[in-house]
T-cell receptor
Framework: NAGVTQTPKFQVLKTGQSMTLQCAQDMNHNSMYWYRQDPGMGLRLIYYSASEGTTDKGEVPNGYNVSRLNKREFSLRLESAAPSQTSVYFC???????????????FGEGSRLTVL | EDQVTQSPEALRLQEGESSSLNCSYTVSGLRGLFWYRQDPGKGPEFLFTLYSAGEEKEKERLKATLTKKESFLHITAPKPEDSATYLCAVQARNTGKLIFGQGTTLQVKP
């Protein structure tokens, strides 16, 4: 059981370049999330998808776009990367019970992005 | 405003030296409070969910407790393998939004 899988694990970009972070989960979860983690800032929500076909902004959405391709996959795109987007990015899905979410997040291993 | 504050930021213990990590929160209606463990270079891993004041959960050397304003993660006789960053998060009842604290980095020396 793979859980949540993110690719790539590491990436170096130049300012202005674009890239897409891929995420897939095999737990049949409805809701998926993208977080960024910076030293001293904790985990901050970028975008989330409550269900297939829907996406919503989180706390820090500027400079990012997302696509919920199907129930399994949720991608994060940086259209024009900036040094401020240097961070560790985590994809997560949330457990469900009785029709609602449990609040228990299952995280991927992270994607470490450096923008020069 | 919903907020989560963890203290201390960093904690160094000797093996066997018990201690507690604190998570203080303000939220407009608590749906749940969550503790996660994060090892270096890895994603956070779920430990506990607490739903109401007075509730306690245990797992090996860890025990989590909850009051109306804070949660404690008690570590009894820690071992070096307990070294990690411990994250606390609260879920607001009305929005379902999860708010994370900044974490406490625990180092246990043999």
């Amino acid at each position: 059981n793979a859980g949540v899988t993110q690719t790539p694990k590491f990436q170096v970009l130049k300012t202005g370049q674009s890239m897409t972070l891929q995420c897939a989960q095999d737990m049949n979860h409805n809701s998926m999330y993208w977080y960024r983690q910076d030293p001293g800032m904790g985990l901050r929500l970028i975008y989330y998808s409550a269900s297939e076909g829907t996406t919503d902004k989180g706390e820090v959405p500027n400079g990012y776009n997302v696509s919920r391709l199907n129930k399994r996959e949720f991608s994060l795109r940086l259209e024009s990367a900036a040094p401020s987007q240097t961070s560790v990015y985590f994809c997560a899905s949330i457990g469900t019970s009785g029709g609602g979410n449990t609040g228990e997040l299952f995280f991927g291993e992270g994607s470490r992005l450096t923008v020069l | 405003e919903d907020q989560v504050t963890q203290s201390p930021e960093a904690l160094r213990l000797q093996e066997g030296e018990s201690s507690s990590l604190n998570c203080s929160y303000t939220v407009s209606g608590l749906r749940g409070l969550f503790w996660y463990r994060q090892d270096p270079g890895k994603g956070p891993e779920f430990l506990f969910t607490l739903y109401s004041a007075g509730e306690e959960k245990e797992k090996e050397r860890l025990k989590a407790t909850l009051t109306k304003k804070e949660s404690f993660l008690h570590i009894t006789a820690p071992k070096p393998e307990d070294s990690a960053t411990y994250l606390c998060a609260v879920q607001a009842r009305n929005t379902g939004k999860l708010i994370f604290g900044q974490g406490t980095t625990l180092q246990v020396k043999p």
